[in-house]
């Protein structure tokens, strides 16, 4: 049996505010192998954004552990820490770019600040413009992109510094179902070229019918359910899986069986 590549043993989040309590995950138990496109789907509220903070370490886990390769990232030295958080890129539903940046400096500015050469920062740049196809809107500033443009330069930035892994946190929530579809396409495209895992937050079902392999369903701060995504939507059994799935009136289950096939 393979090793996980990222693996949540137990992990429990607690936020705190004044004298109350809000917990937030309830002991996740979790393994994602390497090379998988992974989704992670809930509604709002269920934990899916704070249980991807924690795998970036923007938020800290009260129990447990998380490791990703070999990391464990609960015990990292400040430095480890350091390295471990350029190998994690992450992808956000409202972009994130500096608006006083062109493409190519909004691509360059993780390099910049880890001090790269501007050849080396040159070459990686329109290397990863290239990969995303966008190399043609290098000098154009985000005002005169499109959502989908805006998403495409996130995605070359968060490949920047060479990922282990690459966080989606509701990244086609913000675009049109045409650029959403692009932009999956690319992730799916990424995947295959880099071998790159890629853990998928989202709330839509037809993004993980899409483009995932894998999904674990998060309700109140649990997994209730995971496994195959044709297995889970064909047969679902918590109450989150079987709202999604009435919300789109079966399209998935109708899918499937016309076709005889699965993702």
């Not at 109450?239 to 076709?259: P, Q, S, Y």
Request: glycine share 8%; with cysteine; net charge neutral.
């Amino acid at each position: 049996m393979s090793v996980p590549f990222i693996e949540f043993k137990n992990v429990i989040k607690t936020f705190r505010q004044q004298d109350k309590e809000f917990p937030v995950l309830k002991g996740i138990d979790l393994s994602i192998e390497e090379g998988d496109i992974f989704g992670i789907i809930g509604f709002s509220g269920a934990g899916k954004s704070t249980l991807i903070r924690c795998v970036n370490r923007l938020e800290k886990i009260d129990g447990g552990s998380i490791r990703v390769g070999n990391y464990d990232i609960e015990n990292l030295s400040p430095p480890e820490l350091n390295l471990y958080k350029q190998k994690i890129g992450i992808i956000f539903q409202q972009f994130n770019l500096l608006d006083s940046r062109t493409v190519f400096k909004n691509v360059s500015f993780p390099l910049e600040i880890v001090n790269k050469s501007k050849k080396e920062i040159k070459e990686r740049v329109l290397e990863l413009l290239e990969l995303v196809d966008i190399v043609d809107k290098k000098d154009f500033y985000p005002g005169q992109l499109s959502g989908g443009q805006k998403q495409r330069v996130g995605i070359a930035r968060a490949l920047v510094n060479n990922p282990f892994v690459l966080l989606s946190d509701e990244a086609t929530s913000a675009l049109d179902p045409v650029s959403s579809l692009a932009v999956l396409d690319l992730l799916k495209n990424i995947n295959k070229k880099l071998g790159l895992t890629i853990v998928l937050i989202t709330h839509e079902l037809d993004v993980v019918k899409y483009a995932c392999n894998n999904v674990a369903i998060l309700e109140e701060g649990k997994i209730v359910e995971k496994g195959k995504v044709r297995d889970i939507f064909l047969n679902p059994k918590s109450k989150t899986a079987n709202l999604f799935i009435n919300i789109n009136e079966n399209f998935l289950r109708n899918d499937w069986a016309d076709k005889g096939e699965g993702i």
